[in-house]
């Protein structure tokens, strides 16, 4: 078993800064891929980023790339997202999940945390 707990959310205006932060709890995480989703109201949960576990080359959705880049630290158990440059239509509630592989799907996902939400004012 994996938990998953999201924190670093809140309300930042168009143009700022956020740092999410995925704390892990139970075993393998190391052995994880992990990737972060976001899902707005009226919306399905879109992937965002995702890193193998061993934190080699990293993958991102178009729509925020060079904007957003996702970390891990296996030291402690934690996956990052640091997002720049925020729009409004990054407003969404911003999941992590812990998976086999890498990927955008969520299926292959098994494990997530409760969310944690982002609101980016115009």
């Known amino acids: 078993q994996v938990q998953l707990v999201e924190s670093g959310g809140g309300l930042v205006q168009a143009g700022g800064s956020l740092r999410l932060a995925c704390a892990a709890s139970g075993r393998t995480f190391s052995n994880r891929a992990m990737g972060w989703f976001r899902q707005a109201p009226g919306k399905d949960r879109d992937f965002v980023a995702a890193?193998?576990?061993?934190?080699?080359?990293?993958y991102n959705a178009d729509s925020v790339k060079g904007r957003f880049t996702i970390s891990r630290d296996n030291a402690k158990n934690t996956v990052y997202l640091q997002m720049n440059s925020l729009k409004p239509e990054d407003t969404a509630v911003y999941y992590c999940a812990a998976g086999r592989r890498v990927s955008s799907r969520r299926v292959d996902y098994d494990y997530w945390g409760q969310g944690t939400q982002v609101t980016v004012s115009s």
């Open positions: 890193i193998p576990w061993s934190a080699g080359s990293t």
